[in-house]
């Protein structure tokens, strides 16, 4: 059963454990909740299906008692046995309209885009969202597609009027612009997993975009 769905906007997290393995998702998913934040992503390529659906469980029943949204990356079998809001699905993945016939028409599925072709088939195909970029070069996935820059988010952003995540790099100082350019929001991993204070990162994120003029997280 999924869950009621917030707005796709704002600030979209993503939990894997690679990228800070001493900080516990849990807790992480519990306190970003607490601050505002209603899209999260569960992304763990390290762990066998056993080990991903006991932790995506934990994850999964607290996203539901925070009224969040609980997408899983690329698995539509995790996705279903831990009955997620939706996948996240990349350019190497299960095709689109495979994922549609194994998840239904209710659940979301978003798509990793890098150019405006992929923008274009992936929007036809039925996708409710778009992940985009890496807008800057980051460190959270070493071997990323070239960077777009925000010029290439805003070359983009007339072809479709699906909700678009910028991703690659985003931080409070950038987000700005990245909303200014047309994103309705930012996936983030490093920004928030790394960040000495979650709720304070949270808040400063809430800055830019409120002097964006944009959607923040809350």
């Known amino acids: 059963m999924t869950s009621p769905r917030p707005p796709l906007s704002g600030l979209y997290l993503i939990l894997d454990p690679s990228i800070n393995p001493a900080r ?57 046995a831990l009955e997620a809001d939706g996948v996240h699905l990349g350019q190497e993945d299960l095709a689109l309209l495979d994922a549609r016939a194994l998840l239904g028409p209710d659940r979301l599925i978003g ?38 820059g925000v010029e290439g988010l805003k070359a983009i952003r ?24 047309g994103a309705n929001g930012a996936a983030v991993m490093s920004a928030l997993l790394n960040a000495p204070d979650i709720g304070r990162a949270i808040e400063t994120f809430m800055q830019a975009a409120a002097q964006a003029g944009g959607p923040t997280p809350r």
């Open 111 to 148: 798509i990793s885009t890098h150019n405006p072709e992929q923008v274009r088939t992936a929007a036809g195909e039925g996708a409710d969202y778009l992940g985009f970029g890496p807008i800057f070069a980051t460190s959270s996935k070493p071997d990323h597609e070239p960077v777009v």
């Open 24 to 80: 516990d998702l849990l807790a992480v998913l519990r306190e970003s909740a607490a601050c505002g934040v209603r899209l999260f992503q569960y992304r763990n390529k390290q762990a066998s299906m056993g080990e991903a659906y006991e932790e995506g469980v934990r994850l999964r029943e607290a996203a539901r008692q925070a009224q969040a949204c609980f997408i899983v990356n690329d698995r539509c079998d995790l996705a279903l």
């Open 158 to 181: 007339p072809l479709t009027p699906l909700p678009i995540f910028a991703i690659g790099g985003i931080q409070p100082s950038t987000y700005g612009a990245i909303l200014s350019a």
